[in-house]
């Protein structure tokens, strides 16, 4: 199936993480066409050096740009922290999203408290986030929990098994009932959510930026006259050979995780 040129709102990410934007872009605009690509094939990219994160992000863009979208929405906190500024340089008459760790939520909602971020090692290390984190620095005192290892788990479809919890307790039990929340830096985790909340303790909040992209670019649509009226439509590409990421792709949109 192809769709009209124009039509679609492309997601990109480097593999399936971004399912958990596009579920949320679906909630928000059941009405939409989606192209949802993921770059399988390069994941992870949280390990990479950034200027290779970045070639692989503007090399999966121009592909998608080349198909006529009306919108790309980076799926990916690791693609946005390494190639948003080339991206909207390099297409400035598009809508391009990036997703970034939601640490404004969390210090909305939780002034002077303690919360942790958990993110990819290149999200973590660039300079996007140290600008986040700086204009919050004020209000609540922020720890960084680099993952690694979690999103090769959940490109693997083991998000929610006994390897995940074996790989997260000792890195979040030190935070075990003491931090107000945990933003979900990267997005694959949210797939792992039960797993995190279980380590963390109940009364700690999971914050996931998916829900706070989809309405930033139904926003920047509307503004735009570019809403589509229906009826929806979801094409799942993915740069793996393996038709079975695809499968996995439709599994976690399904899932209730
Ligand atoms: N899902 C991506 C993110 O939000 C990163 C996964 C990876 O390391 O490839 O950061």
């Known amino acids: 199936m192809m769709f009209e040129k124009s039509d679609y709102i492309a997601v990109f ?10 579920r949320e872009l679906i909630k928000l605009m059941p009405q939409e066409k989606y192209l949802y690509f993921g770059d399988s094939a390069n994941a992870p990219y949280g390990t990479r050096p950034t200027s290779e994160v970045r070639d692989l992000t503007l090399a999966a863009a121009e592909k998608l ?11 990916c906190n690791t ?16 809508i391009i999203i990036g997703i970034e760790p939601a ?6 909602h939780f002034p002077g408290r303690e919360v942790g971020v958990m993110a990819t090692p290149v999200t973590l290390r660039e300079e996007k986030f140290d600008i986040l984190l700086h204009r919050f620095s004020d209000s609540c005192t922020v720890y960084k929990i680099p993952a690694p290892g979690l999103v090769e788990l959940v490109e693997h479809g083991k998000a929610e098994s006994a390897e995940t919890e074996a790989l997260l307790a000792p890195l979040l039990s030190p935070y075990k009932d003491r ?20 380590l963390v303790g109940r009364n700690t909040a999971l914050l996931d930026g998916g829900p706070g992209t989809a309405r930033q670019t139904r926003r920047r649509l509307q503004a735009e006259g570019l ?11 993915n740069s793996s050979s393996s038709e079975e990421m695809v499968v996995l792709c439709r599994k976690l ?5």
Not at 13 to 22: E, K, P, T
Not at 179 to 198: D, K
Not at 232 to 237: F, P, S, V, W
Request: aromatic share 6%.
């Open 13 to 22: 990410d480097s593999g399936v993480g971004g399912v958990s934007v596009l």
């Open 65 to 75: 740009m080349a198909r006529g979208c009306k919108a790309l929405v980076v799926a």
């Open 79 to 94: 693609a946005t922290a390494a190639a948003i500024k080339d991206l909207r340089e390099i297409y400035p008459d598009k």
């Open 103 to 108: 640490l404004k939520v969390a210090a909305d």
């Open 179 to 198: 931090l107000s929340a945990v933003v979900l830096g990267c997005t694959h985790y949210p797939f792992a959510a039960r797993i995190i909340q279980q």
């Open 227 to 237: 809403l589509w009226n229906g009826p929806g439509e979801l094409l799942i590409e």
């Open 253 to 257: 949109l399904a899932s209730d995780a």
